[in-house]
């Protein structure tokens, strides 16, 4: 068996998510799986790094499939990008030993947050950016993202209901960077929990904005209680830039 | 009466062009229009600086209409960005002389074209750009910008048939940019015949990728036969990026 590694984009946009929902049509692993099915005349399952949330986009997801398929690298990623729809694109394709996994081989992400922040909002960036346009203290952003790096147990920052397995995570980035009207907040950690990037956002504005306090983040560590945290900002200002393994 | 001029952003991917047809409510005009009509409760028509094509972006399109309302304009823009769906969005307004007409008074325009210059399409910029994968060489494009640039008569270069009035246009730049993967095209000039920005683009594109000599300009430029020219390239690439007029 072949075991290959493909890296996609997609914009999330029309989507209810990476992971296949049934026979749904509006999953990005489904549409994948359908199209390799379609190519290879046998059933496919793709394993991608990780799910991400409808309206969430990705540059970088890296996912794995098994195939008996003798076709060339070269025809399979033209057969894939023309028959998947315009919003979902492979972006290359390549051979990876048997027991490479795309999930649990991931030894850490890289994400991109965007915020508008502008009182008018924008035609081109209302479906990859959060319009946000209270008046921010990038200080006070600043230290609160120095608070959120390192190893902390983050399930206060999460959806998650209490678990056995751990939510202790590290994070390595937590950078905010200024590109026009847009604030491109830049996340790199070893994993993150189900909407953690999401929390994490809501509390940096908060704080950012005056409604936090920036000792909020060290209570919510503290005391691991969800509702202490910030909002949870909306899908679509979240792009999955880039999954890391080891070489 | 007060006369009040607007500068618009729109997504075109959903629409069928600026002007308005008929009852259509797949019109940037007819949109902008509906929401005035319903906001002063007495029919409003916009004159807009020109039309754009299906499928063509705007950062700044501009437009003027006439009211008796005495609504604030702040009041105004906000009722608008509330009720105009998330792709056109009016980035101010401003009260001018009732003699301001937004498509005789404009003296010229600026045009943006990106072309998604790899081989691998992009599932972000698939409704801002043209996909075109062919070896471009960037000192002969740079070379029929400057014969393009200049005082012509455009007509070979236009989807118009004869016509009495003068076809004769002024473009002032044509410059080349790479950003990236994209390649963006700026023409600034005094008017732009119909479809004349997309024809010159397809023939900047079949120059660069040789299926064109650099001489075809100066024919095309003599003879004025449309077939002479270049491919019409696709309105989604197209953004209208500023009108120009005179204090």
């Not at 749904?24 to 949330?53: A, C, P």
């Not at 992400?109 to 909002?121: G, L, N, Q, R, T």
């Not at 081109?124 to 959120?148: I, Q, T, V």
Request: proline share 2%; net charge negative; aromatic share 10%.
């Amino acid at each position: 068996m072949r075991n290959i590694r493909l890296m996609i984009e997609y914009d999330g946009t029309r989507y209810l998510g990476w992971q296949r929902l049934g026979d749904s049509d509006k999953t990005i692993q489904g549409k994948i799986e359908n199209i390799l099915t379609q190519m290879t005349r046998t059933k496919v399952e793709i394993i991608g790094s990780g799910r991400t949330d409808a309206g969430t986009h990705a540059r970088g997801q890296i996912a794995n499939f098994k195939t008996d398929s003798k076709m060339a690298l070269s025809e399979m990623i033209e057969f894939l990008n023309r028959y998947l729809p315009q919003d979902i694109v492979v972006k290359n394709m390549e051979e990876v030993p048997e027991r490479f996994h795309a999930r649990y081989n991931a030894e850490g992400k890289k994400y991109s947050y965007y915020v508008w922040h502008e009182v008018i909002p924008s035609a081109f960036e209302r479906n990859y950016s959060f319009h946000y346009s209270e008046k921010l203290d990038f200080d006070l952003m600043n230290e609160a993202c120095h608070k959120m790096m390192g190893t902390h147990d983050f399930i206060g920052f999460s959806s998650l209901k209490k678990t056995k397995k751990s939510t202790t995570r590290t994070i390595d980035e937590l950078s905010i960077q200024k590109e026009g009207s847009l604030i491109h907040f830049t996340f790199v950690g070893d994993g993150f929990l189900h909407k953690m990037v999401r929390i994490l956002m809501g509390t940096l504005l908060e704080i950012g904005s005056g409604s936090m306090e920036l000792e909020a983040i060290d209570e919510v560590f503290e005391h691991k209680v969800r509702s202490d945290a910030g909002m949870t900002v909306p899908a679509q200002g979240l792009f999955l830039d880039e999954v890391y393994y080891r070489e």
